[in-house]
T-cell receptor, first 115, second 109 residues
Framework: GAGVSQSPRYKVAKRGQDVALRCDPI?????LFWYQQALGQGPEFLTY????????KSGLPSDRFFAERPEGSVSTLKIQRTQQEDSAVYLC?????????????FGPGTRLTVL | GESVGLHLPTLSVQEGDNSIINCAYS??????FIWYKQESGKGPQFIID?????DKRQGQRVTVLLNKTVKHLSLQIAATQPGDSAVYFC????????FGTGTSLTVIP
């Protein structure tokens, strides 16, 4: 079956622009996670949804970052007024159940480059 | 915040040898651990997991060992193949999900 998909795969933005990154999780998966991965580093947790509820957004680095999952399936990560330090790969993962002993299935990521 | 760290950033092994990748974690409350493999340009891929009530779990060519006393996790890959070349991350799960920095494994043919 289809895995987690993300679009676009690559995004170049000028500093100050707004961007929107999309994640299509595996159908029926309850949990959805967003991570930020800087070059040469491990993924850093940003936010977590259980269905449409955003249960944890403690990893969002600033109020310029906003995520939503209005119908409990597709999610969008929006970054306003992008800065160069926002350049990273943004990974989305989904899991069939809530937090716990559940594997997360990752998408390929969106590589964001802010000029 | 919590930290999950790896002892060695890079590891090179000969094809056919066994590989051991180590990881230290700091949150004693974490009760679930996962090893992921990440190839260039791809998202992390699940390899094997282990719950805190276990100290060893085996999969196909891989074994994960958990030592809760010293908060140490290791991944053993048997008969390492060129396709195993990638970055390996350990991750711990409690209230959140934390990844380590990663170890880059290079398999020499």
């Amino acid at each position: 079956g289809a895995g987690v998909s993300q679009s676009p795969r690559y995004k170049v933005a000028k500093r100050g622009q707004d961007v929107a990154l999309r994640c299509d999780p595996i159908s029926g998966h309850v949990s959805l996670f967003w991570y930020q991965q800087a070059l040469g580093q491990g993924p850093e947790f940003l936010t977590y949804f259980q269905n449409e509820a955003q249960l944890d957004k403690s990893g969002l680095p600033s109020d310029r970052f906003f995520a939503e999952r209005p119908e409990g399936s597709v999610s969008t990560l929006k970054i306003q007024r992008t800065q160069q330090e926002d350049s990273a790969v943004y990974l989305c993962a989904s899991s069939p159940q809530g937090l716990g002993y559940n594997e997360q299935f990752f998408g390929p990521g969106t590589r964001l480059t802010v000029l | 915040g919590e930290s999950v760290g790896l002892h060695l950033p890079t590891l090179s092994v000969q094809e056919g040898d066994n590989s051991i990748i180590n990881c230290a974690y700091s949150n004693s409350a974490s009760d679930y651990f996962i090893w992921y493999k990440q190839e260039s340009g791809k998202g992390p891929q699940f390899i094997i997991d282990i719950r805190s009530n276990m100290d060893k779990r085996q999969g196909q060519r891989v074994t994960v060992l958990l030592n809760k006393t010293v908060k140490h996790l290791s991944l053993q890959i048997a008969a390492t193949q060129p396709g195993d070349s990638a970055v390996y991350f350990c991750a711990e799960s409690g209230n959140q999900f934390y990844f380590g920095t990663g170890t880059s494994l290079t398999v020499i043919p």
